[in-house]
């Protein structure tokens, strides 16, 4: 609770609002009964959910998140989609990484990069009718197969 007391604090939140955003948050990450365990003896996974508990304090217009959801169990993954679905509804933009499919399958745009190159780009199902694919993993495929064909045309020096 401390470490999250000081995030609300940088973000100008104070008194009864940091309170209510601190539990909302708890809550959400599924870390309420832990504010007052220190963080040196949480899990890996509950350090994940504390990141993301801090980063959602203040209703951010911008979130960045690198594969937020790895090591979470279904469930509270389903509820951390809906988080960022509401973020995204109230007009904030939510950016995520994941090599999850099923995961990018939810979100609104798609930007399919591999070893620095954008193979593809545009909303799930657009990427999935231009590769002729049932899947988001069988496009992906698709356009790693043609970008690797593309590189050996280019010889050696490419």
Not at 21 to 35: M, S
């Amino acid at each position: 609770a401390q470490n999250l007391r000081f995030f609300a604090s940088l973000h100008g939140l104070r008194g009864r609002s940091a309170t209510e955003a601190i539990q909302r948050v708890f809550r959400l990450t599924e870390l309420d009964g832990e504010e007052r365990k220190r963080v040196a003896n949480y899990s890996g996974g509950m350090k994940k959910r504390l990141s993301l508990a801090a980063a959602l304090l203040n209703q951010p217009p911008l979130l960045i998140l690198d594969e937020p959801t790895v090591g979470v169990d279904p469930v509270l993954r389903s509820e951390f989609w809906q988080e960022f679905r509401r973020l995204r509804d109230a007009d904030s933009t939510v950016l995520v990484s994941t090599h999850v499919m099923d995961e990018a399958d939810r979100c609104d745009f798609l930007v399919m990069v591999f070893e620095g190159d954008v193979l593809a780009f545009g909303t799930p199902d657009s990427i999935r009718r231009e590769a002729g694919a049932a899947t988001l993993e069988e496009a992906f495929l698709h356009y790693r197969l043609q970008s690797e064909a593309a590189t050996l045309g280019r010889g050696v020096d490419a």
